[in-house]
Nanobody, 124 residues
Framework: QVQLVESGGGLVQAGGSLRLSCAASGRTFSNSAIGWFRQAPGKEREFVSAINLRGGSTLYADSVKGRFTISRDNAKNTVYLQMNSLKPEDTAVYYC?????????????????WGQGTQVTVSS
């Protein structure tokens, strides 16, 4: 079992920045992928970004490419999502997720472990 805890959400003005953290505990997989997803009210949960903990390969949704950066600190079992140039349409609950191995899918239903989510609100 893997436990994931997100932190770092909050309220920020458009154009501002936030850094989200996803801390993993329990039976962690050093050879696994960590992803960030988000869900706005009334919308489907959507993929944002992911990283392979071994190797560091990354993947981004087109909507955040160039604005968001995912990184990891394997010694701390923590993955970060640096979000810059935030827009009101980035407002959502952000979740981190984990799956053994490498990034195989951006479909949220196929990821195995989930955190409780953290709210990000971007005001215009």
């Amino acid at each position: 079992q893997v436990q994931l805890v997100e932190s770092g959400g909050g309220l920020v003005q458009a154009g501002g920045s936030l850094r989200l953290s996803c801390a993993a505990s329990g039976r962690t997989f050093s050879n696994s992928a960590i992803g960030w997803f988000r869900q706005a009210p009334g919308k489907e949960r959507e993929f944002v970004s992911a990283i392979n903990l071994r190797g560091g390969s990354t993947l981004y949704a087109d909507s955040v490419k160039g604005r968001f950066t995912i990184s990891r600190d394997n010694a701390k079992n923590t993955v970060y999502l640096q979000m810059n140039s935030l827009k009101p349409e980035d407002t959502a609950v952000y979740y981190c997720a984990a799956e053994p191995g490498v990034i195989r899918t951006t479909t949220h239903q196929l990821w195995d472990y989930w955190g409780q989510g953290t709210q990000v609100t971007v005001s215009s």
